[in-house]
């Protein structure tokens, strides 16, 4: 969910070498490719999924991993449907950043970046578009969950630890 | 989720003092009383959201607080509908136990209640037809989740400790 801590995660992820996915890049990236003139980042991203399916996302992400690559991370996963497209190409780890919302709202609220909306009504409407899309399936469903409602050292803490039990 | 540990979580909380209500309790009462003859449980509550609405079985769960109530904790939420209803009569803190869907299957697999499905496709299907009603709204917006994947002692040292924290 937004404001989660999920790229702190990938960050981490990152730093251990680990090669990471952005899905919104790879699909901000068909964007700025193939988008309608005027078309907004969320259409376009509903238009792929109506004519290519709800795992579209992940398939232009299985067309990114390096030949050879032994594990790879893709951070932004938005339905089940994804998770079927990677398990195609292999074992497949879910890990959810979980975060309780009241304190998700104050760190974007803080954070602020220029595509963030910056209300209260406004952020929970987003966090209703991500549910409607089947994000909260994927949370349930995960091998692991870490919370990250303290601070960021307890978070990195726990989240080395996470790392050092899947790798 | 069915295997997580959630009744665990509600024995703990019971034990402390704190009148827990079962949801799915709550539901076979009036399945008992109003069901057509040869209905299904799950078919009975199918039939009585369509009648009266996804927060329909919270409607009824609030009807049982006991006047002068100031805590109640209600165990087996399974969409967002149920969570605005609470929220009509006091504040809700929403607690999500977490547990890996191997662990959880495994587990469910052992206890083999009469009412547990026992194959793994089964099992699939039963988390699927919870994640319909959607629950994993609930989770992803969850104010709190609460990991049980490893001993009993270590879940039950980890609920203590949040209870003492929202208490």
Known sequence: MPGSGKGEFARLLSEKG??????????????EKEAKSGER????????????????VAKLCVEKIEKGSNIVAFDGIRNWEEIE????????????????????????????????????EGLIKRDWEELEMGIGNVIALADYVLTNDSTIEEFKSKAEELIKRIL
Chains 1, 2 share one sequence.
Do not use: C, N
């Open 85 to 120: 497209e990677f398990k195609k190409v292999g074992e497949v780890i879910i890990v959810a950043i979980h975060s309780p919302p009241k304190l998700r709202y104050e760190r974007l609220l803080k954070r602020a970046r220029k595509d963030d909306i910056l209300t209260m």
């Open 18 to 31: 680990i090669k990471v996915i952005t899905m919104s890049d790879v699909l901000r990236e068909k964007y």
């Open 41 to 56: 980042l969320m259409d376009f991203a509903k238009r792929m999924r109506q004519l290519y399916g709800k795992g579209v």
